[in-house]
Each structure stands twice: as structure tokens, then as C-alpha cells.
């Protein structure tokens, strides 16, 4: 084997490494890989949401929140849909109706969403970007322009 072939084979050899390194991480991260999407986008289905693990933002429907021991039972909307939400477990202090939230979880069979986890805005200032883009769109902002992140 000449210089040539040897030093081809070992840069042919570190190209897969590197492919084989980059695919292992990528699978392993895609277990954690958590999408945000709307209740528009929920509702109307333009997501494959089915056994998959979601963040689903907007405000906490006025009226909606009904409480039965430790689960809450509550709706998100964005102006335009709303998606009903199940959560078991403490409630951050700043949950309230008309205020912006992040839930993370699954959707189940019937439509309404799983949570595991419930995220209230911490000040009046922030808002994640993606549910003020959401509340934008559909014409339900109120007041200024929404913060930058």
C-alpha cells in the first residue's frame, strides 16, 4: 500500500467516525427533542402530534380552569382554538385565567392534552416567543409590542 492509498484509507476511515459519532448523538437526542406548537395548530391538525412529546402554549381560557383535588382541569387558547388541558400536580403561583402558559406533555386519544409539566410567565414582561407570535396571528394581542427575548 503506497503513502498516498494509506493516508486516503485513515482520512476515509475519520470521515465515518465522525458520521457514525454524529449519528449516535443524534438519535439519542431525539427522545429529548420537545416541539412548541399552538392550539390553531393542534386543532388543526397541521402537526403529527400522536404519541409524541409536545410544549403547547397561549393564555388560560377565562372561565375554563375547574379543579378536582390535585388535577386541574383547564383550556389554552390562542384567540382562535382552544385545546382542553389535564394536569395532576402543583400549579406554578402565577397560574391564573388570562395569563400566558407553556405546558409540556402528550396529546391523548380524545384531543385533550396530557400535561406533565405546567409553566407560568414570571413577570409581565415575558412571554415566550413563540406564543406571542400565536396570539399576534390571530389578532388577541394586548398592548404594546410584545418583549424581546
Not at 45 to 73: D, Y
Not at 99 to 128: C, I, R, W
Amino acid at each position: 500500500m503506497t503513502r498516498k492509498q494509506r493516508r486516503l484509507y485513515f482520512v476515509v476511515l475519520g470521515v465515518l467516525a465522525v458520521g457514525a459519532a454524529a449519528a449516535l448523538v443524534l438519535t439519542a437526542l431525539r427522545q429529548d427533542i420537545v416541539f412548541f406548537f399552538s392550539p390553531s395548530e393542534i386543532v388543526e391538525a397541521k402537526v403529527p402530534t400522536e404519541g409524541r412529546r409536545i410544549r403547547l402554549g397561549g393564555l388560560v381560557e377565562q372561565g375554563s380552569v375547574a379543579k378536582e383535588g390535585a388535577i386541574v382541569r383547564f383550556r389554552i387558547t390562542d384567540g382562535a382554538h382552544a385545546v382542553p388541558v389535564t394536569f395532576s400536580g402543583l400549579l406554578p403561583d402565577l397560574f391564573r385565567e388570562g395569563q400566558g402558559v407553556v405546558t409540556e406533555g402528550k396529546m391523548g386519544k380524545d384531543g385533550t392534552f396530557l400535561a406533565s409539566e405546567v409553566l407560568a410567565k414570571h413577570d409581565e414582561n415575558y412571554m415566550p416567543k413563540e406564543v406571542a407570535e400565536a396570539i399576534k396571528k390571530t389578532g388577541h394581542w394586548q398592548g404594546g409590542e410584545p418583549p424581546k427575548q
